[in-house]
């Protein structure tokens, strides 16, 4: 049946790096090389730890834990656009952004061995404890968006999730909330292709996520998530623009698990080696890696230092986390609320 | 002293909150030009503006959601969910996250919110607009319940949960919304969260009732020596009130709307049944809405609690 | 910055007859003229039962109502497009369809009277009672459609919401979940430009309700919901695709809640006088009269006799409901389940 | 008669339930390729296919209000919720519809279904994936809950929920899942919801528990003459076999893993103070999680119930 046409919508994506490391000097942000290092640095420093918490879950020293691996540019290109003020919700799959924000490695092992103090977040940093019940740390983000333009702060609110994510109603309810009330918020959603054994295409119908923003009234946009500097430009744009006053912004990181769901996944019972293979041409650190060697800022003998650096650095978090004092059984009471009831001050004799 | 009904007293407290504090900010479905559907939040739109009294989309999870963020970031969100009815869809929040966020972060974020909702029947309302499922927010540990039961209780508890440092259910209930005129003093006072009243002392049975079934066990207890306490905060109840009014009596009669089963009234006959046990004379027996699902008007007063049925129970237990 | 675009979408609008009951023949679907009457006799039946049911809640002898005045064309024109085989799934504010669908007057007044009887439909309507909890009803339908799709029967499940209701997380995993699995189902919103207080603006930043569709891979359109014709013709057709595999389909009916919320609401609080002025003026039954009277199908006199009917059939239904039985309380018990626990069979010894 | 350990047996009884009914679909989230987290469907979809055995995006409130739609077009649904962490979104559909739907429709449409869900701790598992909030679903009339103990009684009670014409909650403890290896009958036998069991006889205590915690009252009962009831159907309970128990032995000790405050112990005691007053000799003793938020792993054996607490529990009701 014709009818009129009331309006028209275009989906869009950014690439900047390649996976052979060339790239779009039209598009690409402008970094000192030091800040190009520091994203190396981080790269490298956040997939070792990642390995070894991999590793020490299989000697039984950790508890279940999920791997970043492939993630590193999306989290840490992310995370890196995000100035001090602004305030960061991450999922539970969110040891880059974490590591790129400067929360100590003892504390992220601390975590995963079962123990809340290593998500006592620093004062100095605004980041959320990370969320497992998957979507519900998209309300929290929209509600600190809120009271940032309630109180007029120069900040935004960087929300991460994933594919599986995006199908919950507290992304619906909080996309939509942000667009009504033209909230500094940025939704970044790494699709990672996955959410354990549901593949990317039964999750949802549309062709993107990003497409999803036309729903909420704001921009959505597809970047190369393998690419760290679409990452960083897309989300440095993003953020700028939520601080101007320019509202919402949605980005999918289109990118890939590279590892199992978790430590206690096993993959290969519902994806192919074959993906696998294809996406570890596409891995983020070896594109990142080719492209700085080409610029000539990464000679072998610095590659060797990095890994050396990041190793000393993990093994010693790992020390401290393993040495770190038991935790009091009387945190469990003292941290439930501001004051024990009547009841628990009974209970609490029993430590 | 002015003399003001429940809705009356909840929005003079909003409104000296308001006052008080600029970080304490009200958000919910029709709160704003509305005033909210039933008028609890009367004039606050105009008075402190659309930033500070927040119409939201249609959406629960999402403004309870909203809520916790807003109070990490240092606000104090004082949330209305239309009717109880509606705050299933809340409930991921509430448990997963608002009474968890302490814990979690060990302290470095909390939640220091309210959530206001009518509560209760007797109304004859629509379905869902007539819930008492109290017990589903009490039994969340690092959540607080509370419940008035008139006018001056209502405003002294409101002004103590939007203060509290931790998330607060502020049940609202219905009934009593317009049916009570008080005096309510116009000097900023506060009711303590957990602590109970003794609404009027006795020495043959304890009745324990709180929200709108007080009222109605006030008027089941003429003629007998009970020793009635609204309980107000219903998580963390104030258990020594409770246990010493029943060591003195021996006998105790708990009122509630809820159906009995999982109700509070299991929580308060448990810890009575624990603690008080060789004080007792007579069983602990519970009056309460059948366990059914809840019907619409035409059954309604077949449902709920019946003086006659509350006297009766103190009766039974007077004969021991 | 420069992207590729990935995907383009146009959101659509049909109109077939306008304020002043003038047709577009090209759009117009084909109607015999006993189906155009009985259009306009159901439209009748609906608002003076409608009417009814306002005035007896003024005597206090129905509880609080939701007037459906402004969206008879919406429920009508939808409700009759959908065959007997398709299941249906109202808001509270549905009378409209029950009447469409035939279910007896007196068990809708009897339901607004507060007795859950008036909502035991009849086991040859495929009809589910009202929901209360906004948009809770999608997940239903969308249920629903999953087992017609498994059985592999020839119906499709219509579940209608409100522009509110659209702002709820059931709207979101309903419909994307119907896009996952291609279902069987038309998703209608009655956009009648508020939720209670709160303006179709501030429920969603998105233009359209209908160009949420984009989110989850289906098609969405926005109809004239004043206009029958394009109610019937978008609903017909959308129940068809889906009949035939063709999967979802949303539409917005564009359209207007011409009285109070409910009862127990003041709209002056919040609407002014013109906008309502406005929408008078847009009325559907008005230009469906304007229409036939044109085709010379409505004669002076027929119009009076639909009228006479019509109150006719109210004060019948009034009358029965009024004189019915009142419910039995130990109902209260028999209906909570199918068989009594230990303690309920003790406790219905009260009655 | 084959030896199989609980997900074993869970994963029989679907088998047979869709051999032998056509309209039993299996949905959820990684239930059919990965076969669940837990590996309860495994083999489910390859032997049945993706139309029964349904993996469903991530999102718990549409998949459980979509299975409500099911059930009223004819369909037998078995959700699986991947932990009871997950459930809290879906509390909306479960309260307000599947449990209600029949009374609102005076028979009508029913929801003739089954949410199965990995419950309970003692796993040093992630927050949120040792939950044990199952008293928040006692209390809403029109469902059922269903806590198995062992491999026969999971399989048993799985046929049963199945067939049962109303909304069933089937709790299967996490902890159990592949602890205990049991002969499971080859032959179709059902255990009947709303019945406990008694596990063995006593005279001097009656010791109720179920799912993971029957096994460490097990172990905690030795040295005693305790009366242990496994009560499997949490609600509607079998107040019956309780009371009775109680009469004969006069003292009770309640052990659950939720916290004290309002959980399903608080209902069983103020049952048997309001039934079996007379016949007790000691205070009702709740043996339970404290009532804090629950904690990740390096504190999780400080918080459940330990056979210790448990022994002395008895050891203090048998001092009267
Ligand atoms: C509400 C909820 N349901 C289910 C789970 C169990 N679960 C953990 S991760 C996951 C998949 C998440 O997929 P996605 O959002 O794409 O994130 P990813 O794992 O790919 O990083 C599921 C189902 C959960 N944590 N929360
Ligand atoms: C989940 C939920 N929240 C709040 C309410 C109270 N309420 C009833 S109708 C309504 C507005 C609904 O707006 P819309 O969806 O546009 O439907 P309309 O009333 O316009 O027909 C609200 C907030 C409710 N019934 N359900
Ligand atoms: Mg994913
Ligand atoms: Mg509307």
Known sequence: ?351 | MATMNMVQALNLALREEMERDKDVIVLGEDVGKDGGVFRVTEGLYSHFGAERVVDTPLAETGIVGAAVGMAAYGLKPVVEIQFMGFIYAAIDQICSHAARIRARSRGRFTASLVIRTPYGGGVKALEHHSESTEALFCQMPGMKVVVPSSPRIAKGLLHSAIRDPDPVIFLEPTRLYRMIKEDVPEIDYTVPLGKARIVQEGKDVTVVAWGSMLQRTMQSVEGFSAEVIDLMTLSPFDEETVLQSVKKTGRVVIVHEAPSNCGLGAELSATIAEFAMLHLKAPIIRVTSYDVVLPLPKLEDYYLPTVTRIRKAIEMTLQY
């Open chain 1, 1 to 351: 049946m014709p009818e009129q046409i009331l309006e028209s919508y275009q989906v869009k994506r950014l690439d900047i790096l390649d996976e052979k490391g060339t790239l779009d000097d039209s598009l690409a942000p402008s970094l000192a090389d030091s800040e190009l290092m520091r994203m190396y640095d981080l790269s490298i420093l956040a997939r070792t730890f990642d390995q070894r918490a991999i590793s020490l879950q299989r000697e039984g020293r950790l508890g279940t834990y999920p791997s970043i691996m492939g993630l590193e540019a999306s989290q840490i290109g992310s995370a890196l656009a995000a100035e001090e003020s602004d305030w960061l919700f991450p999922t539970f799959r969110e040891s880059g952004v974490y590591i790129a924000k400067g929360l100590p490695l003892d504390m992220i092992f601390q975590y995963w061995a079962g123990d809340e103090r290593g998500m006592k977040i620093p004062d100095t940093m605004n980041v959320f404890p990370l969320a497992i019940p998957v979507g519900t740390q998209i309300a929290h983000a929209v509600g600190t968006a809120m009271a940032i333009k309630y109180r007029k702060d120069r900040a935004a609110a960087l929300v991460y999730f994933g594919d599986g994510g995006s199908s919950r109603g507290d992304f619906h309810e909080g996309l939509n909330m942000a667009g009504v009330f033209q909230l500094p918020i940025l939704f970044l959603c790494q699709n990672n292709q996955w959410a354990i054994s549901v593949p990317r295409e039964h999750q949802t119908a549309s062709k993107t996520i990003a497409q999803k923003a036309i729903a909420y009234g704001f921009e959505g946009i597809q970047v190369d998530g393998n690419d760290i500097f679409a990452v960083f430009k897309a989300t440095r744009a993003a953020l700028e623009k939520a601080k101007k006053g320019g509202g919402p912004t949605l980005i999918e990181c289109f990118t890939y698990r590279m590892g199992d769901h978790t430590t206690s996944d096993d993959a290969s019972r519902y994806r192919t080696k074959d993906e696998i293979e294809k996406w570890k041409a596409r891995d983020p650190i070896l594109r990142l890696r080719l492209y700085l060697e080409k610029k000539g800022l990464l000679k072998e003998a610095y590659q060797e230092e990095v890994q050396a650096r990041s190793k000393a650095a993990v093994d010693e978090a790992q020390k401290k986390a393993e040495k770190a004092q038991p935790p009091d059984p009387r945190d469990m009471f003292t941290y439930s609320s501001a004051s024990l009831s009547q009841r628990q001050a009974r209970q609490i004799k029993d430590f």
